[in-house]
């Protein structure tokens, strides 16, 4: 299963490197998308994600150099050359050398090394699939909140001008001797207190403005997209986290291996060709020589070397076990908690709209009082200043029902979870 999210991404981050220009080119300047997944496959670009993706390459890269030779040393000289009266036909030994020596490390610990670091690019691959994720529910929270605080000051606006009609009813009625002077008091309070929420609306409107130009690198005028819930019977296996934590394992099991390895030789070879020449007055018959060497280390010090290093390897990955079950019991209980709070926000939209209705027909009822003569006007303001109440609670758990929900889904491989029952059937 995790193989196949590994795959995924890694096509996944194939798509985005060959797109990043393009993308780049969309996100620069104050172009505007039209539509909630344009901005979407912006995110695919953005800086947070190309930077993961840009490690996961370098890993790669390096996992393919691991696998590579050292250089070769090549060595030019002379040897046994007198120093009273150096040249090379006096002494016997005196000769001009060529050689060369190749190092050639322990072929397993290259090959371990190798599909470590190919395992942290998988992992690195995993990451920015999942930074992506919680970037489109970012995304999406901005604007639900950027609609929230829109309706909440249309709101808030229309309220102040009830407020307005309600004082002036009130002084009306103070005129025709009637005593309101403590509910005109409550009134200007409660109409003090709508202008400072409006206040506060506007600065958090700027803030949300401020997060869309860090994130898309714009302003978008486009609705707040459907949030579709994604269906989770508690199986750690599909999210991002849990599978993240199980590279961590892979990556340490990868670990032992190059412990495990470091057992094994070392080589090496060198060869060395020496040029003679004839000794003056034909003294003595110059010939060639040459030399041939190959070399192999011995784990003679293994006790003290390569068996610690391979306890350590197996304790550390004895410790990604460890912390993989804590942090997958963490996750499930997170989750649960998040579909819970979800649920609940869910069933509070249920109840204000209900409220919503329920206070319409009220102020219905009000109008017709009033029309005939049995209500006061005061009482239909204040009603409708009571509806508006309710309905901005409505804007702002609206917004709090969609963040939930979106955070949610960000934790959750869809596309796994979707394949999981046909793998069980297939078995």
């Known amino acids: 299963m995790n193989a196949r999210v590994t795959e995924k991404i890694m096509s996944y981050k194939k798509f985005l490197s060959v797109n990043a220009f393009a993308l780049t080119l969309l996100m620069s300047g104050s172009a505007l998308a039209t539509t909630f997944e344009e901005y979407v496959q912006r995110l695919g670009a953005h800086p947070q994600v190309m930077s993961i993706l840009a490690e996961s390459d370098a890993s790669m890269a390096q996992a393919q150099g691991m696998r590579g030779l050292p250089d070769p040393v090549i060595m030019i000289g002379v040897d046994n050359v007198p120093i009273s009266d150096p040249s090379f036909d006096r002494f016997l030994p005196t000769s001009k050398v060529i050689g060369f020596s190749q190092d050639i490390p322990n072929p397993a610990v290259r090959e371990a090394a190798s599909a470590r670091l190919e395992q942290i690019s998988k992992k690195q691959n995993l990451i920015a699939a999942y930074t992506k994720e919680r970037l489109r529910f970012m995304l999406v929270v901005k604007l639900a909140k950027f609609k929230s605080v829109q309706t909440q000051t249309k709101l808030m606006k229309r309220q102040l001008g009830f407020y307005q009609e309600l004082e002036e009813t009130f002084q009306g009625q103070i005129e025709s001797g009637r005593s309101l002077y403590q509910r005109f008091s409550e009134v200007d309070v409660e109409r003090a207190e709508a202008e400072r929420k409006l206040n506060d609306l506007d600065a958090r409107l700027v803030s949300i403005k401020a997060g869309f130009i860090r994130l898309i ?98 304790d550390l990955e004895r410790s990604a076990v460890f912390a993989y079950e804590d942090l997958r019991g963490r996750w499930v209980a997170q989750m649960i908690g998040l579909q819970s709070r979800r649920d609940a926000a869910a069933k509070n939209v249920k109840v204000l709209q209900d409220k919503d209705y329920a206070m319409k027909s009220k102020i219905a009822a009000a109008q017709r009082n009033y029309e005939a003569g049995t209500e006061d006007f005061d009482r239909i303001l204040l009603a409708k200043i009571d509806r508006l109440n309710i309905q901005v609670k409505f804007a702002k758990m609206k917004a709090m029902y969609l963040s939930m929900a979106a955070e949610f889904n960000s934790n959750i491989v869809a596309d796994l979870q979707e394949e999981a029952p046909q793998e069980e059937t297939q078995e």
């Open 217 to 314: 690198d714009v302003v978008p005028d486009i609705d707040v997209p459907d949030i579709t819930n994604t269906p989770w019977d508690h199986d750690s296996n599909v999210l991002y986290p849990v599978l993240i934590a199980a590279q961590d394992i892979d990556i340490a099991k990868k670990g032992v291996g190059i412990a495990d390895a470091a057992f094994l030789p070392n080589f090496g070879i060198s060869g060395v060709y020496k040029q003679r020449e004839d000794g003056a007055n034909g003294s003595f018959e110059g010939d060639d020589w040459f030399s041939i060497q190959a070399k192999v280390t011995f784990p003679l010090w293994a006790s003290n070397n390569q068996k610690p290093k391979l306890r350590a390897a197996k």
